[in-house]
């Protein structure tokens, strides 16, 4: 959340935010509230010290027999008491609608976030992995196609167990998303990361905390309600990243600056509802309701926030280098910059199978892996998340980054289409063959059930 002094000092910033972002809020509200809520308490101020003179009195004047005078003084004093309870009534009320609607202002963009509208405008920074693609068939099979041929992903009894957006994948499938949480975990701890496995429900302070309420609390999975209802600090919901368990370890809390950077990372099943369209954008496991993530997430001295911001960024982008997969670096404009972020970089992986207008040169699709984002103090100010410079100083708060490290069924994705072979089968990157007992090819599966017969031997 930004800090009523900078809303009270940079409004004009702060509009420009609103515009932006295309975020709707009502910044000449905030800033009336502010101004009233001020006033009060500069009164409230007055009126003590006025009171704290009048009661010094009391005793004085009946001390000097002066007990007309010090009755006087008395009602004065009841009068002062009664005006300043109403005052600070009225100005607790407006601290809560203060408190309230600071909470829809965005994050201002950093300086140098590019200026744009939508994701159309986002910035392409650099490509990976191009220079040197394997041989790839002639036709290459989308995922989800090729996933059930080798039966490896079953949509249909994920969506006849937990509805549309949900899916099983089965052995070699189901090994391979194991591999690579396994991996990604080895390849950040080799970064210094500390492992964390945090709880799976989430309490709504938590959510509002790193900034998923109250706007989206439409996208969330409640536990033992609907969406629509008002909602307590401890209700429960599913976590739709890890970043909102990791992030609020701390809330309320003040760091040292000994303890800085300190660098968490943890797996998460993740559950939201978004779902998109129906077509080919979301077919197969591009977007589901429940996917596997590894997050990183880090608490930094300001000053050093966006140096760590590059390095958060190299640490995601290790794993994709490792498993040798095609990619690009996308710094998002302000239009598609999150409500929260100051700066922001997606990393896609380049997935062959299906070709979009957006798409390379090379044909197939990009596909979003990881958001690296540092929200500077935005978080930090929503979560009470301090560190002290010093011992003997005052605390201030920190920054907070984090990023994906990775999405896996987006990996998975890539790794079906981006490795597959003229026979339909799908090599296993080098880096993950120690991780599937040393299995270098996925053949696939025999199916089984009533389903199976007369589905013929596989080529």
Request: some cysteine; hydrophobic content about 35%.
């Amino acid at each position: 959340m930004l800090s009523r002094q900078y809303v009270r000092e940079h409004p004009d910033e702060v509009r420009a935010a609103l515009e932006k972002k295309g975020v709707d809020a009502d910044l000449d509200r905030i800033l009336e509230v502010d101004e009233e809520w001020r006033e009060l308490k500069a009164r409230g101020d007055d009126l003590r010290h006025e009171r704290n003179e009048v009661s010094s009195k009391i005793g004085e004047l009946k001390q000097e027999g002066k007990e007309e005078e010090a009755q006087e003084a008395i009602e004065r004093s009841q009068e002062l008491k009664d005006e300043l309870e109403e005052i600070e009534a009225r100005a607790d009320e407006l601290e809560a609608e203060l408190e309230r609607k600071l909470l829809t202002l965005p994050m201002v963009p950093d300086e140098d976030v590019p200026v744009g509208a939508d994701e159309s405008e986002n910035v392409e920074r650099r490509r990976e992995g191009f220079d040197d693609l394997r041989d790839l068939p002639d036709e290459v099979t989308p995922h989800y196609d090729l996933g059930e041929e080798l039966d490896i992903l079953d949509f249909e009894r994920g969506a006849k167990v937990a509805g549309g957006g949900f899916y099983f994948a089965k052995g070699a499938g189901a090994r391979l998303e194991h591999a690579l949480v396994q991996f990604m975990l080895d390849v950040h701890r080799e970064q210094g990361y500390e492992d964390v496995f945090p709880p799976i429900p989430v309490n709504s302070k938590s959510m509002e905390g790193t900034g998923q309420f109250p706007k989206f609390v439409e996208d969330a999975y409640r536990v033992g309600d609907v969406n629509e209802a008002d909602y307590e600090d401890d209700d429960l919901w599913l976590l739709p990243t890890a970043e909102v368990p990791v992030t609020n370890m701390y809330r309320d809390e003040i760091l040292l600056s000994d303890d800085l950077p300190h660098k968490l990372q943890a797996y998460s099943p993740n559950f939201r509802r978004e779902a998109g369209e129906h077509g080919t954008e979301t077919r197969g496991i591009v977007r589901v309701h429940q996917f596997n993530k590894v997050e990183m997430v880090n608490f930094v001295e300001p000053e050093e926030s966006y140096e760590r911001f590059e390095g958060l960024v190299d640490e995601a982008e290790e794993v994709l280098r490792r498993l040798e997969l095609p990619y690009r670096i996308l710094e998002m404009c302000t239009g598609d910059l999150g409500f929260t972020q100051a700066k922001k970089y997606d990393i896609e992986v380049w997935a062959p199978g299906d070709d979009m207008e957006d798409g390379p040169e090379e044909g197939g699709r990009w596909l979003e892996v990881s958001s690296v984002s540092n929200f500077e103090d935005f978080q930090a100010r929503r979560a009470g998340i301090q560190y002290r410079p010093e011992r003997h100083e005052s605390a201030e708060y920190l920054h907070t980054l984090n990023g994906s490290g990775l999405a896996v069924p987006r990996v998975l994705v890539a790794i079906l289409e981006y490795y597959q072979n003229e026979d339909g089968t799908v090599d296993v990157p080098e880096a993950l063959q120690s991780y599937m007992n040393g299995q270098a090819v996925v053949e696939g599966s025999e199916k089984v059930g009533e389903s199976a017969l007369g589905a013929g031997d596989r080529e």
